[in-house]
């Protein structure tokens, strides 16, 4: 999954399944522009996340197929 056009660094990314239960993702800080996760191992279905940095936080949400 990769995010084009964030406007701030996230220095955390939450992940939670459509249960509400956080999904450990490794997340790699990328360039600012960026954000890069692996949703590889995940099954498919509804996720929601999270980006928190600078005192900021964002949440959005997407299917995994």
Not at 24 to 45: H, K, N, T
Not at 51 to 64: C, H, N, P, Q
Request: aromatic residues 8%; hydrophobic residues 50%; positive net charge.
């Amino acid at each position: 999954l990769v995010l084009l056009g964030a406007t701030h660094r996230w220095q955390e990314v939450l992940v939670f399944d459509a249960q509400g239960r956080r999904v450990p993702l490794p997340f790699v800080p990328a360039q600012a522009d960026r954000v890069e996760l692996d949703v590889a191992a995940l099954a498919p279905g509804l996720y929601h996340l999270v980006l928190v940095g600078d005192g900021r936080r964002s949440v959005g949400r997407f299917v995994k197929e």
